[in-house]
């Protein structure tokens, strides 16, 4: 049962997972592009590559022989996901769903027009020219995001044809990797959005958590909460069209499934093939398994019979304010320990940036989950980086 597993991203959301992991006996070697990563503090070995470089992973992959491969950030070469497979080694989900998920354009394309989900207009531009085409198509305002990027960076919202160019640019500054190319997508009048975790396991039945809601700013997470209240009808819709798209792609493992929730029903979003971090609101409790022991235990095919709701629950993040390359300091964690039935996680990255997340603050109960999030952001605001 002991299996060797190489995780490629090593940020808070993989730290959780191989907490997990060695909760399962496994043995775990934690890879990023810097020294120090969370993941790293708590797996058995780490290695530092740019792992847009295609040599370098393949020269990790071959000295490590790993029975898994978990990607747990966009900045990947994907690609060589199906030479790995076709080593015998398993890619979580798949590397398909790998190679798919870490650009949004193969998603999108997937989703809209082979499943045949529900989505916004969009269009794609790799040129400011391109761009200006595109929202003539989806009107203003609209959305434009990098094909490839993380925790929102690089998106913004086009609300005149002034906005277009800063929009462009902003994209470019936010894109990840060496892809330049960017998605527009037209408004969706939304009442609110959810993060769908869905689980496909390689032996039983597709389950699904409660959902999640969250707020954002600068396109990242601030706050989440579950289960957000929603009707049974919009949550149904959300649940097959979550079941069909991680069905076209392939594999067990958890999914982070976003999508839109308007009067009208449920708009297919965004797909991340891994833990989410609205998902972190799962730490409190909220579920008989966190996302990421869900994650664990798909991946090395240990059944999972059911989820649960045990109680609501609520996070909210920590941002630092400054930019440093000094070890982080954290105050304040006294009084935000004083507040009843909550809980923190300090992330132990090493370095600081403003809006970078530092640590997360969570509450839970029987409560309103409203009340729950002011609990939450009481506890967070708490804590200060220093």
């Known amino acids: 049962m002991r299996k060797k597993i190489v995780l490629l991203g090593s940020g808070e959301l993989g730290k959780e997972f191989v907490i997990a992991c060695q909760r399962l006996g496994q043995y775990v070697v934690a890879v990023d592009s810097y ?8 797996a058995h070995e780490f290695e530092v590559i740019d792992m847009l470089d295609g040599d370098a992973l393949d020269r990790i992959i071959a000295k490590h022989q790993p029975d898994l491969i978990v990607p747990e950030i966009e ?33 999108r394309d997937l989703a809209a027009i082979e499943v045949g989900v529900k989505t916004a207009t969009y269009r794609y ?10 929202v003539a198509v989806t009107g203003i305002p609209c959305v434009v995001k990098p094909l490839m990027s993380s925790s929102g960076k690089g998106q913004s919202v086009i609300k005149s044809e002034a906005d277009i160019e800063k929009a462009w640019n902003y994209a470019l500054e936010g894109s990840r990797g060496d892809l330049k190319e960017v998605i527009v997508e037209g408004f969706i009048d939304f009442d ?11 032996d039983g039945p597709t389950l699904f958590c409660p959902p999640i809601g969250h707020r954002q700013e600068r396109g990242d997470y601030q706050e989440s909460w579950q289960p957000m209240p929603m009707d049974p009808v919009h949550l149904a819709e959300a649940q097959e069209m979550a079941a ?31 833990p989410h971090d609205t998902g972190m609101v799962t ?22 019979s059911a989820i649960k709701l045990e109680r609501n629950g609520a ?12 070890q982080p300091e954290f105050n304040g964690m006294n009084d935000a320990a004083k507040f009843p039935n909550t809980d923190f996680k300090l992330f132990g990255k090493p370095t600081t940036r403003p809006y970078r ?7 839970y109960g029987n409560e309103k989950v409203e009340e729950l999030v002011e609990k939450a952001k009481e506890v967070a605001e708490c804590i200060t980086v220093k």
């Open 125 to 134: 531009a790799t040129s400011f020219e391109e761009l200006k085409a595109g």
């Open 75 to 107: 900045a990947i070469r994907t690609e060589r996901f199906y030479a790995y497979e076709a080593q015998g080694i398993q890619v979580v989900p798949s590397a398909k769903a790998a190679n798919f998920t870490m650009n949004r354009k193969a998603i």
């Open 283 to 304: 730490l409190a409790g909220t579920q008989n398994f966190s996302e990421f022991e869900l994650h664990a235990r798909a991946i090395l095919g240990i059944p999972i």
């Open 35 to 42: 020294a120090g990563a969370p993941a790293m503090q708590v």
């Open 315 to 326: 996070s909210a993040v920590v941002l630092a304010t400054t930019e440093s390359n000094q």
């Open 357 to 363: 997340r530092m640590a997360v603050a969570l509450a």
């Open 244 to 274: 069909n798209v991680t069905a076209a792609l392939g594999g067990a493992g958890i999914w982070g499934v976003e999508f839109f929730i308007t009067k009208e029903g449920a708009y297919f979003s965004e797909l991340s093939p891994r």
């Open 192 to 202: 609110y959005e959810i993060t769908l975790l869905t689980v496909t396991q390689k």
